[in-house]
């Protein structure tokens, strides 16, 4: 059993950005065969919300319940109703078990449900932008609130619910799609668009897939998967792991190494599904099949043992890493990017939250066990007092080889097949909105970018950090719109050319945005790019 990788801890920016507050805005009275909260899907119609400025459409199934037979099965189309559905909330979450950083619970497994939030101005055409939320174990599209991005940028937004850990990547050996099944579920979700977008005002020619953390990994999934072929136009990828390793130490103590972070072979999954299955009681498919929700819930870590996605199968023929770095992959525009401090939030909760900090004392102890025999360099090119403590030391040397080299490879690779859009997100003051209480300064941390593109109730941004809001909102959905982010007012961001000396690198910060060495900002002449 391997511990919970704490890029967990994004969560969809899962913290109450809850759609919940749709219903805050004071629904219209309309009524007549024109009633604008009526839409005809390919299953139904459905009728939801209309405000002054948005049509929010909640709770739409766009496949069958996965329950018995279909518990770790493809997912299947949604059935037929007669009448108007009422799509006025949202669906029930996927199981979970939620964490300390986010108190969301779940076992209701009739949850493939999507929502669709538009401008209420009359027009077709509009862009359409699914988000993917992160995590991977928790979360659900109903937690991310993008009525400020679907209006101030004119786009039809889709935000889904998918199988999460156990239930979306178990695997068994015979059993098949074995730790696919979340994947699937993200991919019936964009054919699903592709078929009913234009019932909402949006191009189904014109789809753009976009998420954070294992959103944008489960991304880099759906660009080396033949089955998602064809289901998006574009994509933006926000501080992703698709090509990342994982370095001993780096997501807890005591967590062992490992050359994907995000990826393993079918075979592994189902060992661990057959691991799985002994301490469930069960020693076949029928009786795994059989046992409640809560029941599969109550084993410990369960849900963390199966949020990598497995491959040597249909959906992922072979590692998606693997497949960028040999030249394949589906050739969309991207925007792709990364947080200046990515292993800040990290460093903070696997260790001064949780009661062991980097010393001093500790520090050479803790490169050794996460860099080897490299660790007496690592020491010299990090060294704690010119970063601030050795917390932030380490945390700068993790974030710079495990995360900045793998945005930097991953850049490069696409770029080989088609325009990417690079950027570094450099607020070091964006604002916490996590429940942790400390005066760990997280700088521009891991997700620390999600409250500038959707608001949390709980967060202020500045006036100059609106404007960076503003800025990367117009950056978005401009991208989603030509597949060029570039618009009216807005600082100029070229295309990454791996060719170049420089490759253009975006910097998103307050009243600073502009092109960024980011190479030489993560030194990755010291941390030598794998392929």
């Known amino acids: 059993m391997r511990a919970k990788p704490m890029s967990a ?266 691991y799985a299955a002994g301490r469930l009681g069960c020693r076949d498919l029928r009786c795994l099949r059989a046992l409640p929700v809560r029941t599969v819930l109550k084993v410990p870590q369960i849900m963390n043992m199966f949020q990598s996605y497995a491959y040597g199968n249909e959906t992922l023929p072979r590692s998606p890493s693997a497949e960028l770095r040999a030249g394949r992959g589906h050739p969309v525009p991207v925007i792709s990017g990364a947080t200046r401090d990515e292993h800040r939030l990290f460093a903070a909760m696997t260790r001064d939250l949780a009661g062991r900090p980097v010393t001093a004392a500790s520090y050479r102890g803790l490169l050794r066990a996460t860099f080897g025999a490299d660790a007496a360099k690592v020491a010299a090119k990090y060294p704690p007092r010119g970063h601030g403590s050795p917390s932030l030391a380490w945390a700068a040397a993790v974030t710079d080889r495990m995360w900045a080299r793998a945005t930097f490879e991953q850049n490069r690779l696409l770029a080989a097949k088609a325009p990417v859009y690079a950027y570094q997100f450099a607020d070091r003051r964006a604002p916490m909105f996590l429940p942790v209480k400390t005066d760990f300064p997280f700088g521009a941390y891991h997700a620390g970018d999600m409250p500038y593109l959707f608001p949390e109730p709980n967060v202020t941004l500045s006036p100059a950090q609106r404007r960076l809001s503003d800025q990367m909102i117009a950056y978005w959905t401009g991208f989603a719109r030509t597949g060029d982010p570039n618009g009216e007012g807005l600082p100029r961001w070229e295309r990454f050319d791996a060719a170049a000396r420089v490759p253009h690198t975006q910097s998103l910060e307050p009243d600073a945005v502009g092109p960024v060495d980011y190479a030489a900002d993560h030194d990755l002449a010291f941390w030598p790019s794998p392929s």
């Open 9 to 274: 801890l994004v969560a969809t920016a899962v913290l109450g950005t809850a759609c919940a507050a749709a219903a805050q805005e004071k629904p219209l009275r309309t009524t007549g065969a024109d009633d604008p909260r009526v839409v005809r899907t390919e299953t139904g119609a459905v009728r939801g919300t209309v405000t002054g400025e948005h049509r929010i459409f909640n709770g739409i199934p766009y496949a069958a319940p996965p329950v018995g037979e279909l518990r770790w099965a493809s997912p299947r189309p949604a059935a037929r109703w007669t009448g108007t559905r009422d799509a006025t909330r949202p669906g029930a979450r996927c199981p979970q078990v939620g964490e300390d950083y986010a108190k969301v619970t779940s076992d209701e497994e009739d949850c493939l449900f999507l929502n669709v939030t538009a401008p209420r101005t009359p027009g077709n055409g509009r862009p359409v932008m699914v988000w993917i939320h992160g995590d991977g174990a928790l979360g659900s599209g109903d937690l991310t609130d993008v009525r400020r991005l679907a209006t101030r940028g004119d786009v039809v937004v889709v935000t889904i619910n998918y199988r999460l850990g156990v239930f979306g990547g178990f695997g068994y050996p015979g059993l098949a799609g074995s730790g696919t099944y979340g994947l699937q579920d993200q991919q019936a979700a964009l054919g699903w668009v592709r078929r009913n977008a234009a019932a909402f005002g949006g191009d189904p020619r014109n789809v753009t897939v976009f998420g954070v953390s294992w959103g944008a990994m489960s991304i880099g999934g759906h660009l080396t998967s033949p089955k998602a072929k064809g289901l998006f136009d574009r994509a933006v990828m926000q501080s992703g792991e698709t090509m990342m390793d994982m370095l001993p130490e780096s997501m807890g103590e005591g967590v062992p190494g490992r050359p994907d972070y995000a990826w393993l072979p079918t075979a592994q999954v189902e060992e661990t599904g057959r």
